[in-house]
């Protein structure tokens, strides 16, 4: 049974639903993960708030029983209008302790309340929107040395998020003051599955990086081009002879996270200090990819891998709105 | 009864089937159109070869067993190696004579020859192929007197064709010289059916041209950061009430148009002498469409609507290569 629980973390996005407890620590005890995302809850046919109350309590109703109550807090598309309840978009530029002011508070009976962290709005002519990766990159911020001190010294980062909408953003005096999306993951995904493109590819038993690299090239002599008319060449190769089938998908790969590369280049990096520290955030193989790209297109440039950005950044918001008391308030995963 | 048939003439794609008869003039005396394209045949089930014979019998039995026997060319993926059989590419600069010396043969028996039109392969780092808009361009330019007095002035002619993937073609001293593929009319399909990007849409009973242009005017300011960064603004504004769901495809079109027309500038345009013919090939609501962006990004360049190029392109190719003989080789519908 858990002992002296001091706060359920929650990341509920579209696809999946990650559950962390904390037990008087700032380190986990405990994590769970389950494929109920916003759009796939698994009570389809009752109303909403009842199918998100009942997912809740099949993901943790040990831990919200337990006593002492304790708080809950959650991030990503549960607060969209296709959530359990919408929480507003803090605006742009954003801190730490402007969001955790912020919390959308449900009623979950027997003295427990769930705080939904807003997502981030910029606003303008080009709008930009984010949910969930605000708080991965506080809790990025909190978990990095490297990153600390430059944000002390009033240096602004970089922390780019790597997935089906890549986020770079830039944190600057402890403020998330900027970013930009790109729909790199989920068009790539839309090309294989859903046009010629994919017609022809066969998986590959592991990553083909010659491919990838030579696509990282065709995008970056190509792009003033631009993509529509580089990503065809995925099959003219395969019909002339230069590109076996096993290789076609990490070409593509390649050609669309190149093109993201010089995108990012001219809407970011270009004016930048050559040392401005830049981190990522996401899953290894991503990672991966992305540090291998920037090292082609950005070589200088060493980037900072961070992990456990989401669980940290939970608990940074939750101890900041003063969800619970914890005499530890070090810094956990620091890596 | 069809009386003194001189040619049966198809255009066999992807997803349609179209068939003319000729009878004795370069004016087609019936056409007919079938949802029948090289992956839709009606008789799944048999051998390729067969269910190929069979559609084409259920096209124009009629057509076929009339006497005297006539000549059969069809143009498209027909030609493919997903086709009937499969014709080989003619290499890039290719001249109609040229096209008209590689027809591939089947034989349908009773004396009946189907001729089917080789595609076109650009070849090189970036290859780029044609199987069908080869006889558009052909046919275009035996249609439009503008486009032959430039052609026969040693002008150089760009040709449009918007579409699935569309094409824009050189065609200088009677050659087809150049061309390169932008995956536009795919990639939109894709966005708004398989992408977060069309969750929002709700149809409009007319086309929204407000927000094409506005678009095609993000596309033209921001074509530098590419369209990985531009697509998502469809959902951003729709999210902050700027973008009203009936105006999301549009928009989204105007977007996808406007890089397309960016990468038409940097690749063909933006060096080309800018009395350069230039003319456009396909079905009314998408010319009108690029009509109207090209008009936004090439002001001065007024552009040629091309009318039945493809079954004057075919009429074309099968009198060259002799298929039958004709008194009346005058040029038909023109404009």
Known sequence: MPRDLSLIALDWGTSSLRAWRFDGSSTPGEKREFPWGIMKLPNAGVDRDTAFRETLNKVCADWLTASPPCPVIACGMVGSAQGWREAPY?????????????????????????????????????????????TQIFGALAAN????????????????LPGTHSKWAIV???MLSHFHTFMTGELFDALIHHTILGASMVPAEEPQWPAFLEGLEVARSRHSAGLLSTIFSTRTRFLTGQLPQTQQADYLSGLIIGHEMCGLGKLLLDAARPDMPIALIGNDALCDRY????????SARP?????????????????????????????????
């Open 90 to 134: 803090a605006p742009c530029p954003v801190s730490l302790p402007q969001l955790a002011s912020q919390l959308l508070q449900i009623d979950l009976g027997k003295q427990r309340m769930l705080n939904i962290i807003p997502g981030v709005v910029k606003n303008g002519n080009m709008p930009e929107v984010m949910r969930g990766e605000e």
């Open 303 to 335: 980037l900072h891998l961070i992990k456990y950005a989401t669980e940290n950044g939970l608990w940074q918001i939750a101890k900041v709105a003063g969800l619970f008391t914890t005499d530890t308030g070090k810094i956990f995963h620091a890596i």
């Open 145 to 160: 040395k490297v990153l600390q001190q430059a944000n002390e010294a009033g240096e602004p980062i970089l922390i780019g």
């Open 291 to 298: 540090q291998r790209a920037f090292n082609h297109y950005f």
């Open 172 to 174: 600057h005096r402890n």
